[in-house]
Nanobody, 121 residues
Framework: VQLQASGGGLVQPGGSLRLSCAAS????????IGWFRRAPGKEREAVSC????????YYADSVKGRFTISRDNAKDIVYLRMINLRPEDTGLYYC???????????????WGQGTLVTVSS
């Protein structure tokens, strides 16, 4: 049972990336999915989440209008599309799967290893 986050990299300010979260050993479509990030020197924070039952979503205020979370149930992948990236978006991005009491809490059952996003000119 494993989660794999991928798609990070180095991008200039204003650029775009799409992160992917895939699972082995279980199906993501049964779970709520959260994308979290840990920026240098900061606490881990919830960036965006999606509920498995109705598809409702959460976005941190700092990413609203720039990030979009989505599911491809046919491929069993959850994406985080990020546009207009800023230097403050730099960090290690994790995906998590589970049924937490609240979407933004860290109480997910499964965590990926993280993919690094660096926004710099």
């Amino acid at each position: 049972v494993q989660l794999q986050a991928s798609g990070g990299g180095l991008v200039q300010p204003g650029g775009s990336l799409r992160l992917s979260c895939a699972a082995s050993g279980f199906n993501l479509d049964r779970y709520d999915i959260g994308w979290f990030r840990r920026a240098p020197g900061k606490e881990r924070e919830a960036v965006s989440c999606i509920v498995n039952t109705d598809g409702s979503t959460y976005y941190a205020d700092s990413v609203k209008g720039r990030f979009t979370i989505s599911r491809d149930n046919a491929k069993d992948i959850v994406y985080l599309r990020m546009i207009n990236l800023r230097p403050e978006d730099t960090g290690l991005y994790y995906c998590a799967a589970g049924w937490p009491p609240t979407l933004t809490s860290p109480e997910y059952d499964f965590w990926g290893q993280g993919t690094l996003v660096t926004v710099s000119s």
